[in-house]
Structures are given as structure tokens and as C-alpha cells.
DNA sequence: ACCCTCACG
DNA sequence: GACGTACGTGAGGGTA
């Protein structure tokens, strides 16, 4: 006779986790479904217990109904400052029921009892009937019922919990919890407590005179102190209170306990319930083998030499690259496909034979299911030279068929560092990866800023394995002798390929459970991961330039540039090399005798743009011409010449390559080239915005955020005056113009937009002093006018810097964090900068994540408007470019001003409207 | 490898 | 009392 096992589930609870930690998913019938969604993945859980040793027997859903209890006849203020639920959970809790149902469980629900005194009344009777009870919630006041025989299962962090976890997290017996629950009080539900008496003073209390009455009787001994007078003043509210946690176990049970015996999940209801859903992962999962076995198992048949479940936390074994497998049989990979389906998820990583993903070749594809499971599948080695061995190795075409179907199985999450490479590349062989996490995102979402943690894979390696990676350079070397990875041998390229994916899976693990932990969840779901397929297509996409307008601009360049440096070197009386900021600095202050002393550690002159400036202004003729030099020598360097060298062979298209992880605030960056910094500011520059082109029949449309980051200002700073300006779509430098001088013209104007950004960067008199050309302490009065005016600023920044301090991160609307250890530091001038940071930060971190937004909503909302033929190719910050046939502009825009305009709701709510701006035409330059 | 300078938001 | 002063990026050229 096996032992009766009863598993309590605490329903209620666990859905407003469920809410809060999932996105905010829609069902095809338009129902907010996030919770649902959540509760039932719980479910599918516990259905996967059934059969195991430790495995349920007997389970019931225990949910709360209605408000009133017993507790408010005993507490009028009791839950009384709760919020009502949010809107879109209201609709949820009837499916809960129907989820409930799906599985075929009972649902127990009592008017006037919370579903905690169910919870406990039953668990009192199963005891008592020498059961084992295992309570699924994650509840602290339900930790009162851990006992021998009774332990408590959170299925969001996969942790079964006994009375070692009670006595870790409060210090005390689980039997004494609800004398330190009643002294600590709960904010949540209200209950008073005693005042000044948290968790760790409530523990040490308990711990010291064993219960609550003890405690009570011996304060009037105690040391005199404001604690002291507190528990005394306050004796009976802690009494009170200590009622108020009491679970309430003697309720007449609503059904008897053998009625809740476990009798099997019928398929059936499950996967009409799944599918009027569209939960696809699971419903695909309800037909997949191993979910099958569980399923058709019966809770009455869980045997003596069932396998006993594996330990909660069973130590990780170190990496061993001796274990990996190089997959050359057909068979092999086939096994390595089965391993993955078993486990329902799989890291991924591919090796090509250049770092350009856009043109380069396919050479091998890691996998990996497990600690040290991990294989290489080696598909395009030795090719380079057609006189080298080919080693023996499977045939891609016949690798990558076998490979799409997992790849591209809803049911199999699949992992990657970095994934949006990957996912070019297999894009390229026709396959698309869903779905996925992807860990150098996952880190960043964790800890942007965090100094020691850096999110490429070695360094990430490093911080949280402990562990050193075989690096690229040594398995291909560097310089001339670097081979390509496509000639390394297939023993090398398995130990690195291999553990690449090894190390991926171990870090998606511990990611895993601390972006749930820490509040990382919404960034991650709704902000960055949606990103990353988006800005894979992206960068395959690339955009049109035109290389006979670089060349001939190169040209123009050139010739400017040779004739400024002929009156350069006349006026310097000898030729020198301009570029060179130590020879000019000579030229300058030693040759000609300019003013303009030395700056910067070096001890170097500064020749930068603010010096030769004021040269200039001084009547110094070779500082202008310097200035001229130096901004076509710039235009010519970094972008006539190199942006048509940046030109794809295959495409004719210039492909940069985004970072996910470049900008701490949240930012994208765009390297190789930098497509993020092409010139607008001035005339000349602004021609090459004009090499960006459209294919025939097509228009480059421009849709910029007007004033996004001063809005988000008003907004998360709460300034009314600053709001109602963009409410009635003032010129907002205008209207803080007349805010601050009474008047607008060209000068006020000038100066309210230089403080305007001054005060999002972090002012200082000192800096916005140098920008307008008055003296500190003029500076320091329009400062303060400006707090005096616009109130909101000077609290939001003072609250920012000190939540910075205290917390170490500051955080944006979407609940990003950036970290800044610095903002300690003993060194002023450290910690002043770290401040400036952080007082951006949420501002810039906010307008990032909501044009994130926007971008990984525009291709399923330009899909579902009809225009498929709208392609988004670069994101410039506030800005998104496209390429679009000429008839779709119209429609096109419309769609395009909606998504940016809306792409902050519903889950933050702005007190100022977005604006958008659009602009088209043949080129960049022309769509502004 | 580092600094300086300058292109963008 | 002096210091150095705006946030976030990436790239090219010169120099050591």
C-alpha cells in the first residue's frame, strides 16, 4: 500500500503571481489570457508529478471566494487598503475555473474563508489520516503549516520547501511563524503589527523568549527603548494580529478527503481548453511522447521502483570538454534531435567561417541539452582549399533538414548567445528559430552597468560558472596567421563549439531563475526578447547606398581638404601634419603664440572644437580653416570613404550590425559601420544621409519621436506646466522660454532648450555656464528659477539620485534597470558623474524601451494592415527608417505613427502624448 | 592600447 | 581651496 500524497494548490495565490510575472498575452477572442496562461503551465507541472514517487495521489485548487471573512467581522481594516485587481486580471478568474476543470481537478472554494483556512483545514485532516501533504504556493502565512510530513512545492522556482527554509528565511520554527507574522504586521493585507517591529526584531524576539505572550510579558522588563514602549503601547494590536494570521483549521470539510483522488487527466477536455486558448506550446507539448506518458499515467500506480525524482538542487558537475560528442553518423544526430525533444528545450550555436554573418558560410552547429550533454555537428569543414581533406562529416543540406523541424518546433525552446547572429545565419538556410531566450540579453536585463558582469559569453562564463572558456583567438589565432574556423580540426572545433553551447545552457539556467527573481521578467518579456528576431531581420535587410554619390562626394572631399591644407601649412610658415592634435597644438600656442594653456592629464594642448572657436573669434584665420579641414577630413575618413567599403558584395546593401547590450541606458548601438551617427547637423554632411537610397519603385520614410525624452521627463517628473504644453502641442523650448524670461524670441528660445536638455543630463551651474557663455553664478539663477517653476525636476532628481544610492540601480517605466556602482564611490568626482548618469538614465532608458516596443510591434502590425511590401531598416534612437513601395506611403504612415504613438500601452500609462513625425522620399537625406 | 576629436540621439 | 564639469554611443587618426 504506497502512502496517500495530497497536494493543496493554493489557486488564488498563485494567479496574481502569475499576473504581475507574465506578459500581458491575448487570445485570439481578444482576452487578456497572461494569467491564464501562467496558472495552466503551473498545472501542466504538477500534471508531470503524477506517477513519480514524491508524485500527488490526491489533488484539489483551493481559490478564495468573495471578499468578506471572518477576518474583517474580527478587523474592519483588514485587506482594507487593497487594491481592486487590475482590470484585465478581473476577466481571468472565471477561466481559472475552466483551467481548473481542464485538467479534470476539484476546485474547492468556501463563502467566508479564505483559501488559506481551507488549505489548512485540510491539511490538518490529512495528517491526521497519516497522509503526506505537499501545499503548492509560495504563501508565507501558509509556511505555518510546514510539519513533519507537510512540506510546501513553489512551482516558479521549482522548489520544494520545509521547515530548514522557514528557520532560513525568518529565523524561526514553523510552528512560531505566526507569532512573528503577528509582530511583524503585513502591509499588503493590513495587518497592524507592532509598530518599528520588522521581520528581522520580530525573529530575534521570538527566537529569544520562544512566543508571542512571552514576549509581550517580558517587555516591560527590557531595556528602555522606542521598541520597548512600542510593544507595550501596542500589546493588543499584536494579539490582534496574531488572530488575524491564525489559519482557521476546523472548518467542516467542503468535500471528503478520498474524493479527491487523482483518477487521470483525460486528454480530451485539456485540448479543447488549450486550443480555445491558443496556448500552442502546450497543446503541441499534449502530443508530444513524453508529455503523452505522463498524461495516461494514473496517480494509483506510483510503484516502489519508480526512479526517484531527481534532488531539487543537484549540484551542477563541472564542465568536462572530454564529454563531448562529434556528430558524424546520421544516427548520432538523430539522438541528439530525441535528447532535445525530451528535454523540451536546447542551446544553440553555430560556427561560421567569418565573423560576417550577412555573407559568411555555414562551418558546424553546436547543441547542448544538458551539463557537459553537448555535441558538434561539423558541416562545412576543410572546404576553404580544394586541395585540403575534407574530414569526414555529415551533409549540411541533409543537417540542416533534420535540424529545421526542432528548430522550429513551438514546443522546444531554443537557446543562444547572442541568438540574433545565429538566426541570420539559419535564416540564410531557410530556417527561422522560435521560440527562444537569449542570454547575452538575459544578462543585460539582470546587470546593465554591474562592472564585473559582462555579458559575452567568456566573461559571463567567468562571473557566474567560475569557469574559463576556450577563447576564439586561441583555437584560430590572431593577425596573419589566423586560420579560419572552418580549418580547425574537428577534436579543437568540438572542445570549443561545444562548450559554447554547454557554457549557454548552464548561464540560461541561472538566468532563468534570477529574471523571475528580480523583477527582470517585464523588460525581458515585453521589451528586449520580442527585439531580437526584429533586429536580426534588420540587419539582413540592410540598406541601399549609393556608391557613386559616396565616391563622388569622396572626390569633392578630397579636393577641399588638399586646398585648406596648401593655406594651412602657408599661414603655419611650414608644412605640418594637421591631424596630428601635438603638431597643431604647437603650431598654435608655441609657433604662433596664441592663448589657450594646456588641459588634460597629458599635459597636451587642447585643440578641440570650443578652443579653436574661440581662436577663430580672437581673429586666428588658421583656426577656421582648421575647424573646415578637420569636418571634411572627418566626412571623408569615416564616411564617403568607408561606408563604400561597409557595401555588401552579395547585396549592395550595408548591413550594421545592432548591440543589444552596447548602451547601459538600454539603447541599441550600431557598429560596422556605425549607421546611428550619420551627419544631418550641417549642410555638407548632411549630403551623405543623401547615399541612402531606395530601390526603384520605393521610398525611404523617416518617422522620428518629436521631443520623446523631455516628454518622458514631464511625465516621470510629474510637471504639470511642462504637460499641458505638449497636451496643447506648444513648442515646448518656447513655452519653457516663457516660463523662464517672460518673453520668446531667438535668444530666449536658444537658452530654455540648452537648459531643457542641461536638466535631463544632470546640471551643474559650472557646465550650463560654459554652454550659454554667462558667469556660475547667472547660471545657478536660471537653475533655480527653473526648479522654482517647473517643481517636479528638482524632486525627481533628488529622489532619483538617492534611490540610485540606496539600491544601487535606477530603473525606466518598463522596470529596466540600470546599475551604477559608482554612485558610492569616495571620490567626488566619480560619484558626481554617476549621479549625472543616473539621473538620465530613466529618461533615456524609457524612450528606448518604448521605440523597442514599437519595432517588435510594426511587423505583425504592418502584416495584419496589409502591407507586407514596409520594411524596417534602421532604428536611430528616436527614429525608425523604412523602405516602402511609393503607393504604400500613405496607408504605411498611418500604421507607422499608430504602433510608435501607442507603443508604451497598455503597461505603462502616459500623462503626455507621443508625438511622431514622418517624413519620405528617394533618400535618407530626402525624408527629413 | 590609448588619447583626442567629432559624428549622431 | 582647487579641480573640472552635461547624458549615451562608435570610428578614425596619431602617438607611444
Request: with cysteine; glycine share 8%; charged share 25%.
Amino acid at each position: 500500500m504506497t502512502q496517500n500524497h495530497l497536494y493543496l494548490v493554493d489557486g488564488s495565490g498563485y494567479i496574481f503571481r502569475a499576473y504581475h510575472q507574465l506578459p500581458p498575452l491575448t487570445n485570439q477572442h481578444g482576452q487578456p489570457v497572461g494569467a491564464v496562461y501562467g496558472y495552466t503551465t503551473m498545472l501542466w507541472k504538477l500534471a508531470e508529478e503524477l506517477g513519480k514517487a514524491e508524485g500527488p495521489t490526491h489533488m484539489a485548487v483551493i481559490l478564495d471566494k468573495g471578499s468578506h471573512t471572518f477576518r474583517n467581522d474580527m478587523y474592519d481594516q483588514y485587506k482594507a487598503h487593497r487594491p481592486p485587481a487590475p482590470e484585465d486580471l478581473v476577466p481571468q478568474f472565471p477561466m481559472i475555473r475552466d483551467a481548473t476543470r481542464a485538467f479534470s481537478l476539484p476546485c474547492i472554494e468556501e463563502a467566508g474563508y479564505e483559501a488559506d483556512d481551507i488549505i489548512a483545514t485540510y491539511t490538518r485532516a490529512a495528517v491526521a489520516a497519516g497522509w503526506h501533504v505537499t501545499i503548492v504556493s509560495s504563501d508565507k502565512d501558509l509556511m505555518q503549516l510546514i510539519q513533519p510530513g507537510v512540506d510546501m512545492y513553489d512551482t516558479m522556482k521549482n522548489e520544494r520547501r520545509g521547515a530548514d527554509y522557514v528557520m532560513t528565511k525568518f529565523g524561526v520554527r514553523p510552528d512560531q511563524l505566526g507569532d512573528v507574522l503577528a509582530l511583524m504586521g503585513d502591509s499588503v493585507d493590513n495587518v497592524p503589527g507592532v509598530p518599528g517591529i520588522g521581520p528581522k526584531t520580530a525573529s530575534k524576539l521570538i527566537t529569544e523568549y520562544g512566543d508571542l505572550e512571552s514576549v509581550l510579558a517580558a517587555a516591560p522588563d527590557m531595556k528602555k527603548s522606542k521598541m520597548q514602549e512600542n510593544l507595550i503601547a501596542n500589546a493588543e494590536m499584536a494579539r490582534l494580529s496574531r488572530r488575524l494570521v491564525a489559519l482557521h483549521d476546523t472548518m467542516d470539510l467542503p468535500e471528503p478527503l478520498d474524493d479527491l483522488a487523482l483518477k487521470g487527466i483525460p486528454p480530451e477536455p485539456l485540448q479543447a481548453f488549450l486550443s480555445h486558448h491558443g496556448f500552442k506550446t502546450l497543446l503541441n507539448r499534449l502530443g508530444a511522447p513524453a508529455a503523452a506518458v505522463a498524461m495516461a499515467a494514473t496517480a494509483a500506480v506510483a510503484s516502489d521502483n519508480a526512479p526517484p525524482p531527481p534532488p531539487p538542487h543537484a549540484a551542477e558537475p563541472a564542465i568536462d570538454r572530454s564529454l563531448y560528442e562529434t556528430v558524424v553518423t546520421q544516427d548520432a544526430l538523430d539522438r541528439w534531435i530525441a535528447a532535445a525533444h525530451a528535454e523540451g528545450l536546447v542551446a544553440v550555436d553555430t560556427e561560421t567561417d567569418m565573423l560576417d554573418c550577412v555573407s559568411c558560410g555555414l562551418v558546424g552547429i553546436s547543441l547542448a541539452v544538458g551539463p557537459n550533454k553537448a555535441c558538434y555537428i561539423p558541416v562545412g569543414h576543410g572546404g576553404t582549399d580544394m586541395f585540403a581533406e575534407r574530414p569526414e562529416q555529415l551533409d549540411k543540406a541533409l543537417v540542416l533538414a533534420k535540424l529545421k523541424p526542432l528548430l522550429e518546433d513551438d514546443a522546444i525552446l531554443k537557446i543562444g548567445q547572442n541568438l540574433k547572429y545565429d538566426m541570420t545565419v539559419l535564416r540564410r538556410h531557410g530556417i527561422e528559430i522560435a521560440p527562444y531566450d537569449d542570454t547575452i540579453v538575459m544578462s543585460f536585463d539582470l546587470d546593465a552597468g554591474q562592472s564585473l558582469a559582462g555579458h559575452g559569453m567568456d566573461e559571463a562564463a567567468r562571473v557566474h560558472l567560475d569557469h574559463q572558456c576556450i577563447s576564439f583567438k586561441e583555437v584560430v589565432g590572431t593577425g596573419k596567421s589566423q586560420i579560419s574556423f572552418a580549418e580547425v580540426p574537428l577534436p579543437r572545433a568540438t572542445e570549443y563549439a561545444a562548450e559554447d553551447a554547454d557554457v549557454t545552457l548552464r548561464l540560461w539556467k541561472r538566468f532563468k531563475t534570477r529574471i523571475a527573481n528580480e523583477g527582470a521578467n517585464r523588460v525581458y518579456e515585453l521589451v528586449d526578447r520580442p527585439l531580437v528576431g526584429v533586429i536580426a531581420q534588420m540587419e539582413h535587410r540592410g540598406i541601399k547606398v549609393d556608391r557613386e554619390h559616396l565616391s563622388r562626394l569622396s572626390a569633392e572631399f578630397t579636393a577641399g581638404i588638399a586646398a585648406l591644407e596648401t593655406e594651412i601649412h602657408a599661414i603655419a610658415g611650414q608644412p605640418f601634419a594637421i591631424g596630428s592634435t601635438q603638431q597643431l597644438g604647437a603650431i598654435l600656442f608655441d609657433k604662433l603664440g596664441y592663448k589657450g594653456g594646456k588641459k588634460g592629464k597629458s599635459g597636451a594642448y587642447s585643440t578641440d572644437v570650443t578652443i579653436l572657436e574661440q581662436l577663430a573669434a580672437q581673429g586666428a584665420p588658421i583656426a577656421s580653416k582648421v575647424l573646415e579641414w578637420r569636418q571634411l577630413s572627418k566626412l571623408k575618413s569615416t564616411y564617403t570613404d568607408a561606408l563604400q567599403a561597409q557595401i555588401n558584395k552579395d547585396t549592395g546593401r550595408v548591413h550594421t550590425s545592432y548591440s543589444l547590450t552596447g548602451a547601459q541606458t538600454g539603447r541599441l548601438s550600431s557598429t560596422d559601420p556605425n549607421l546611428q551617427n550619420i551627419p544631418i547637423r550641417t549642410e555638407v554632411g548632411r549630403q551623405i544621409r543623401h547615399a541612402f537610397i531606395a530601390e526603384p519603385g520605393n521610398v525611404i520614410l523617416a518617422a522620428d519621436y518629436s521631443q520623446i525624452e523631455l516628454r518622458l521627463a514631464a511625465h516621470m517628473a510629474d510637471v504639470p506646466a511642462l504637460k499641458e504644453a505638449f497636451a496643447a502641442g506648444e513648442d515646448i523650448h518656447a513655452a519653457t522660454a516663457m516660463q523662464l524670461f517672460g518673453e520668446v524670441n531667438r535668444d530666449t528660445r536658444g537658452r530654455a532648450k540648452t537648459i531643457n536638455f542641461a536638466i535631463l543630463y544632470g546640471i551643474s551651474r559650472w557646465g550650463l555656464a560654459g554652454r550659454l557663455e554667462i558667469s556660475a553664478d547667472e547660471a545657478q539663477d536660471m537653475i533655480s528659477r527653473y526648479y522654482e517653476r517647473f517643481p517636479g525636476i528638482s524632486i525627481y532628481i533628488n529622489e532619483t539620485i538617492e534611490k540610485a544610492r540606496e539600491r544601487g540601480y535606477t530603473e525606466t517605466l518598463f522596470g529596466r534597470k540600470t546599475w551604477f556602482p559608482r554612485i558610492r564611490a569616495a571620490v567626488q568626482h566619480e560619484r558626481q558623474g554617476a549621479e549625472r548618469a543616473a539621473i538620465n538614465a530613466p529618461i533615456q532608458g524609457t524612450s528606448a524601451d518604448i521605440i523597442k516596443r514599437a519595432m517588435a510591434r510594426m511587423g505583425p502590425a504592418l502584416e495584419a494592415a496589409g502591407l507586407p511590401g514596409v520594411k524596417m531598416l534602421l532604428q536611430v534612437h528616436d527614429e525608425l527608417v523604412f523602405e516602402l513601395p511609393e503607393g504604400d506611403v500613405e496607408a504605411a504612415s498611418a500604421v507607422i505613427r499608430r504602433v510608435m504613438e501607442t507603443a508604451a500601452e497598455p503597461i505603462v500609462k502616459l500623462s503626455v502624448p507621443l508625438g511622431v513625425e514622418i517624413g519620405t522620399g528617394p533618400s535618407w537625406g530626402a525624408a527629413h
